[in-house]
């Protein structure tokens, strides 16, 4: 610019100034895309917020009954959420008891072992997994997994809508989730780690276990907390094999492994009863509509605090190979 | 060091070579163990198909088989009344006047007429209403929608017929792989349901056993019923691909702009990050939350847009439409639609910019002419996924209000709709068997539409990367 005379016009002076409505316009259309996803951000919470301090305010409820109850019965006008979150936490535990192992050694499997023949058969299998809808695995636990579950155990012990065949189920729906964020925390540990574990005459069992699956914890620890998050967000299964009534119990009154943990008695979750009560029909400002937003909301901070939980895992104990 | 060295090597040398049987056994030990683990894990990824194909063998296998199934009319004898031969022409295949005709002579005027209000029989003629009350009624403030919506196809009163001249009741039904192995089972198994008097008033020469595949054409061109015998998906078909055009509608230019914006334009300043994070986050949350969004937001507060009734549209009663719910599933899909148009953009090498740049072009014509045809291929696999995630979903869908019955089609935005997963979901939790058969065939179809659109992904990515090279 230094160069520039006073009597010869410089096209830049002119073009960067010029007004241009249309590319503006462009501009602002693709901020607001952008703003969407904070709109609806604050939708959700504002929503769920608005609705549930609605439900808070109405005289059949008090926060403190809400989370101290246990017995969850909105016609006799008990709102203890604990009810309901044992069945979420309960189907949830199940699943991951079935998916960790599962999950975790095929992923050491596709990692560690695995020829890339092997490799190409086995991921396209668990991608079909991912992509099956879960109404569809619903189906599959009350028609496969519940009469397996009644024939094998006994149809005296196992009730038709039970908590271990969701359980199972929704453990079968995050295999493929646990094992493929696995894997990529596998595949990130450096080969020269490896190279270092056999250089000291390790087997391959010993490299993969003490060596790479340590080196990789964090980003395991994040993939199995996502996957709970999932597990505990996951409802259609829920709700179709794990049934409509909400387990209340008592704490020292009812026995604790014949009822409070028995995994094969029906035991309503969250996402149950939000989906069961909104198929009714559901008059908006009633104390029903209002029910389903307060549990939507402990649901919501339920599974932002695990998804939370996965990210700060991943940065504090990461570690960084150059 | 140099001092203690040579006392020592001796000692150095055994502990280097051991080759006594105490280290042979913990050597074979070793070995062992690390093949046990191959063993477990390989079982393990083993389990994983194993699930896969069980839950395709539930499917397939509930979806045909035997069938026990009474008929109050057999449609060989209307189709012989009528004076076609039944060896060579089905009850389809009669003219759509002779079927109109048989809803005539069976169906009380009653029935008929509620029939005709749902939607008429003829363009330019009434069946069962008189000219009077027709006129007066589609006066009135509530007009049914026979008023408005056009006459029914032959599709449509096939159904009518199978459902209110046949009868078929379908007393019981046989799984595939049984009804193969075992076909005179099942025979035995219906002559100790007569005997027990678990089929009612049937008496057992009533009772036709043949083959049914639940999934088949007619199922899928049938409307919705109660009842199992003739019931189809062509409602929820319909409607599912309604949703597919609004979700893609929705979350496509919503999705590439926000990810062209991200990538592209936003600097990296605390607001940006924000963004970002918050993507990530909406990303996990589940999806029956954005289902009360939708109720919420779309349904309630946004009434008059997504019923329609701001633009002057008066066939929806709320704003449980199609459209709110293919919103929903738009924001649904979001986060992931975001996520890899931006992988899809980051991977254009950033000297085609800057070779835009120093050509004199803005920062849109640049994105417009160069970037975005190289990344095209890119996001639009990723779009068509994630959508194809979506059209899976059916919690949001009952949260805001898909109807479980429906048997009128989806006309446009503003429509009372249903969907294949409400579909599944609703009929799976029936107790009665039939519906569990009808389920299963449903879900081929999901499976299948959803197979088409991840195909469809796949070749349009194939195809179109190929052109950019």
Known sequence: MTTESPDVEHPTSSLTGKARPGELAIRAFLFLCGAISIATTIGIVYELGKESLLFFQDDAVSVFDYFTETVWQPQAGSFGIWPLVLGTVFISVIAMLVAVPIGLLAAIYLSEYAS??????????????????????????????????????????????????????????????????????????????????????????????????????????AGLVVAMSRAVGETMVVTLASGAAPRNFAFGEDPLLGYILNPFEGAQAMTGYIVITASGDLGYNTIDYNSIFAIGLTLFFMTLGLNSLSRRLVKRFREVYE | MSVGAPEREPQVQRDYFPDDEEYKGFLAGRTRRARLFQFWALLALTTAVLALATLLYTIINDSFGLVAVVNERDPEDIVADLGYDPETVSLGEIEYDEMVGLLEESVSSGVGRRLEREQRFYEDRLVFESDETWIE?????????????????????????????????????????????????????????????RFGDYTPDQ?????????????????????????????????????????????????????????????????????????????????????????????????????????????????????????????????????????????????????????????????????????????????????????????????VGAASFITVDPSGPFSKFTALPIQIFQWTSFPQVEFQHLAAAASIALLLLLLTLNAAAVILRNRYSRRAQ
Request: charged share 15%.
């Open chain 1, 116 to 221: 890339p023949r092997v490799r190409n058969f086995f991921k396209p299998v668990l991608e079909v997994l991912v992509g099956i809808p879960t109404v569809v695995y619903g189906f599959f636990a009350l028609t496969f997994m519940t009469p397996l579950l009644r024939s094998l155990i006994g149809s005296s012990v196992v009730d038709f809508f039970n908590v271990a065949s969701a359980g199972i189920v929704v453990g079968i729906l995050i295999v493929p989730l646990i094992s493929s964020l696995s894997e990529d925390a596998l595949r990130a540990v450096p080969d020269s780690l490896r190279q270092a574990g056999y250089a000291m005459g390790a087997s391959k069992l010993e490299v993969s276990t003490r060596i790479v699956v340590p080196a990789a914890l964090s980003g395991i620890a």
């Open chain 2, 137 to 197: 009624i589609c006066s009135s403030d509530e007009a049914p929608t026979g008023c408005t919506a056009g006459p029914r196809d032959s599709a449509n009163v096939l159904a009518l017929v199978q459902e209110r001249v046949v009868v078929p009741d379908i007393i019981a039904a046989y799984e595939l792989v049984p009804s193969i192995l075992d076909p005179e089972g099942f025979e035995d198994e219906v002559a100790a349901g007569f005997e027990s008097g």
């Open chain 2, 207 to 399: 009772a036709q056993i043949e083959w049914r595949a639940w999934f088949s054409l007619t199922f899928l061109r049938s409307p919705a019923s109660s009842i199992p015998e003739i019931a189809g998906i062509r409602t929820a078909i319909l409607g599912s691909a309604w949703l597919v055009l609004i979700t893609i509608g929705f979350a496509v230019p919503v999705g590439v702009g926000a990810a062209i914006y991200l990538v592209e334009f936003a600097k990296p300043n605390r607001f940006t990050n924000i963004i970002q994070t918050n993507i990530n986050n909406l990303a996990g949350v589940p999806s029956i939350i954005y289902g009360m969004l939708g109720l919420a937001i779309l349904v309630r507060v946004l009434e008059p847009i997504t019923s329609g009734s701001l633009f002057g549209y008066s066939g929806a009663d709320n704003g449980r439409t199609v459209l709110s719910a293919g919103i929903t599933l738009g924001l649904l899909t979001l986060p992931v639609v975001i996520i890899s148009a931006q992988e899809a953009l980051k991977a254009v090498p950033d000297s085609l910019r800057a070779a835009g740049m120093a050509l004199g072009a803005t920062r849109w014509q640049t994105v417009r002419s160069q970037i975005l045809p190289i990344a095209f291929p890119g996001i639009l696999t990723g779009t068509i996924l994630s959508v194809a995630r979506a059209i899976g979903e059916t919690a949001p869908l009952i949260l």
